[in-house]
């Protein structure tokens, strides 16, 4: 299920830090547990927040584009797509021609976008499978750009926190992006007081069937394992992880790897923001601020960014 490349960081990543990247967990059959958790959560929490927000503030973010009559909404780590509906339904009623570009490490998510697009909305759909992880994009926003179309990027669902570098990745997004793109970018925003309070949401089965679908993939067995979920204060993230209680054998590829008891495995991060630590990022990642908006209880926060440009 891995190409030779993610192989490699696959296991590099164990023998060099201890982790398992979460971003291989949408891969396969993976995306069927991301989309048990979405279904739970679509309800209520961020997913309603950001929603909200994109809803209120959508006509702002669109006019920053001036006259422009042609957008691709390009969708980063789209899940299933249905966070970016409202800008959708906006510029259908505005009638602006768009296209749908989701970009994600996973042709499953890919797929399960392209689905969920179609059902809604009549426009063309150009899935682009990459780890935007890993570099820049910016041959495919460059060649999106033909014919008088303008970019738009989303990176929505309070994804960056999932990531152990975040200046890397939206490195690479600033890095895809001229001038006149723009990237709105969504965050939950936490009061570290109380995190004991948030702790709780990443545990449960589909939280585990989620994160344990790599391990399970490469032989670590859940039932020899204890789950473990705590805060990182030093690093401001709640940390997900797997306490082997037998020696366990990790085979990746041609490659075996031994896991002693009493190892830990890192399964997944989220990093927690405030609003300042999060505006702090992107502009120390060379990002200006076009629009910033908050949900009432300031439980979320939603920046429409551009790349600053240097004089030379």
Same mark, same amino acid.
Request: net charge positive; aromatic share 10%; proline share 2%.
């Given at each position: 299920?891995?190409? +030779?490349?993610?192989?490699?960081?696959?296991?590099t990543?164990i023998?060099?830090?201890?982790? @398992?990247p979460?971003?291989?967990a949408y891969?396969?059959?993976?995306?069927?547990? %991301?989309?048990?958790?979405?279904?739970k959560?679509?309800?209520?929490?961020?997913? #309603?927040?950001?929603n909200?927000?994109?809803?209120?503030?959508v006509?702002? *973010? #669109?006019e920053? *584009? &001036?006259e422009?009559?042609? $957008?691709?909404?390009?969708?980063?780590?789209?899940?299933? &797509?249905?966070?970016i509906f409202?800008?959708?339904?906006?510029?259908?009623?505005?009638?602006?021609?768009f296209?749908y $570009?989701?970009?994600?490490?996973?042709?499953?998510?890919?797929?399960?976008a392209e689905?969920?697009i179609?059902?809604?909305?009549?426009?063309? @759909?150009?899935?682009?499978?990459?780890?935007?992880e890993?570099?820049?994009?910016?041959?495919?926003?460059y060649d999106l750009?033909?014919?008088?179309?303008?970019?738009?990027?989303?990176?929505l669902g309070?994804t960056i926190g999932?990531?152990s570098?975040?200046?890397? /990745?939206l490195t690479?997004?600033?890095?895809?992006?001229?001038?006149?793109?723009?990237?709105i970018? &969504?965050?939950?925003m936490? !009061?570290?007081s109380? $995190? !004991?309070k948030?702790?709780?949401?990443y545990?449960?089965?589909?939280?585990?069937?989620f #994160?344990?679908y790599i391990?399970?993939?490469?032989?670590?067995?859940?039932k020899?394992?204890?789950?473990? /979920?705590? %805060?990182?204060?030093?690093?401001?993230?709640?940390?997900?992880w797997?306490?082997?209680?037998?020696?366990?054998?990790? +085979?990746?590829g041609?490659?075996k @790897?031994?896991?002693?008891?009493?190892e830990?495995v890192?399964l997944?991060?989220?990093?927690? *923001? !405030?609003? %300042?630590t999060?505006t702090?990022?992107?502009?120390?990642?060379g990002?200006?601020?076009? @629009?910033?908006?908050?949900?009432?209880?300031?439980?979320y926060?939603?920046?429409? /960014?551009?790349?600053?440009?240097?004089? /030379?």
């Amino acid at each position: 299920m891995f190409n +030779k490349r993610q192989e490699a960081e696959l296991i590099t990543s164990i023998q060099g830090r201890g982790e @398992i990247p979460l971003k291989f967990a949408y891969l396969g059959d993976g995306y069927k547990n %991301w989309e048990a958790i979405s279904k739970k959560r679509s309800a209520g929490g961020i997913n #309603l927040s950001e929603n909200n927000l994109i809803k209120k503030r959508v006509k702002d *973010f #669109l006019e920053s *584009f &001036g006259e422009s009559k042609k $957008i691709n909404v390009i969708d980063l780590g789209c899940g299933d &797509g249905s966070p970016i509906f409202p800008i959708l339904d906006e510029l259908n009623r505005q009638k602006i021609e768009f296209r749908y $570009i989701p970009l994600d490490i996973s042709q499953s998510m890919l797929d399960l976008a392209e689905k969920k697009i179609k059902s809604k909305f009549h426009c063309e @759909i150009k899935k682009v499978l990459f780890d935007f992880e890993l570099g820049n994009f910016s041959d495919v926003t460059y060649d999106l750009k033909v014919n008088g179309y303008s970019n738009l990027m989303c990176f929505l669902g309070s994804t960056i926190g999932n990531f152990s570098d975040r200046n890397r /990745v939206l490195t690479n997004m600033r890095d895809s992006m001229n001038s006149d793109d723009f990237l709105i970018i &969504g965050v939950e925003m936490t !009061n570290f007081s109380k $995190i !004991n309070k948030i702790i709780p949401h990443y545990s449960g089965n589909l939280v585990e069937n989620f #994160l344990y679908y790599i391990p399970s993939k490469i032989g670590i067995n859940k039932k020899n394992t204890n789950y473990e /979920v705590n %805060w990182n204060d030093k690093e401001s993230q709640i940390e997900m992880w797997s306490l082997l209680k037998k020696d366990q054998i990790v +085979k990746i590829g041609n490659e075996k @790897i031994l896991l002693e008891s009493d190892e830990k495995v890192l399964l997944s991060r989220a990093v927690k *923001f !405030n609003e %300042w630590t999060f505006t702090k990022l992107l502009s120390d990642v060379g990002f200006r601020t076009e @629009i910033l908006t908050t949900s009432k209880d300031r439980g979320y926060v939603i920046s429409m /960014v551009q790349p600053t440009r240097y004089s /030379v």
